[in-house]
């Protein structure tokens, strides 16, 4: 299973719109609505942000939006903010009971 | 509060073996798929594998199907992993994950996070 592909790093000011692709094939993010992204600071944990492509947990900002086409999801972050630079991972089941991850996306906050 | 708390990682010789731990606490064990997940040094995640809540279903990444073994006790609430034939390219921070739900016909998002526990192996 190959890892969902997503730029190596994307930046932009305070208050600025960002998004982030994660793109896969027909077998993963493509066939099912289970695409789910996660926010990551330096030594610390992942932190789930977006499940099922656009949904929220509870507590997170809803500055925080996913989308999908095809086999490409989006996450978009609304009004960015310092803390909001990180590392970011898309994940999407991929059939046959397996997970797939991006390889992650590095938010500098200018 | 969900707490997922590992141990057992350490330095260990390529070929070796090692069981991780997760100590669970917060929720009803027994009913969520449980998974680990695992992070190289500076690199990105990747998905080792998964079990439903039962401990009756499990599923691994091709990189570790045959060497890795998933586990639970739900009686003890903690889930384990037992790494054989370790190699180099398995040295990573292992992580314990909550999944969301139990495995129906699908594995589903993450939502819960330990802090890790790092493996290296090296001779």
């Known amino acids: 299973q190959s890892a969902l592909t997503q730029p190596a790093s994307v930046s932009g000011s305070p208050g600025q719109s960002i998004t982030i692709s994660c793109t896969g094939t027909s077998s993963d993010v493509g066939s099912y609505n289970l695409v789910s992204w996660y926010q990551q600071h330096p030594g610390k944990a992942p932190k789930l942000m977006i499940y099922?492509?656009?949904k929220r947990p509870s507590g997170v900002s809803n500055r925080f939006s996913g989308s999908k086409s095809g086999n490409t999801a989006s996450l978009t972050i609304s009004g960015l903010q310092a803390e909001d630079e990180a590392d970011y991972y898309c994940?999407?089941?991929?059939?046959?009971?397996?997970?797939?991850f991006g390889g992650g996306t590095k938010l500098t906050v200018l | 509060e969900v707490q997922l708390l590992e141990s057992g990682g350490g330095l260990v010789q390529p070929g070796g073996s090692l069981r991780l731990s997760c100590a669970a606490s917060g929720f009803t064990f027994s009913s969520y798929a449980m998974s680990w997940v695992r992070q190289a040094p500076g690199k990105g995640l990747e998905w080792v594998s998964a079990i439903s809540g039962s401990g009756g279903s499990t599923y691994y990444a091709d990189s570790v199907k045959g060497r890795f073994t998933i586990s639970r006790d739900n009686s003890k609430n903690t889930l384990y992993l037992q790494m054989n034939s370790l190699r180099a390219e398995d040295t990573a921070v292992y992580y314990c994950a909550k999944v969301a739900r139990d495995i129906v016909a699908t594995i589903r998002e993450v939502d819960y996070w330990g802090q890790g526990t790092l493996v290296t192996v090296s001779s």
């Open positions: 099922e492509v656009s």
């Open positions: 994940c999407s089941y991929a059939g046959s009971s397996s997970v797939v």
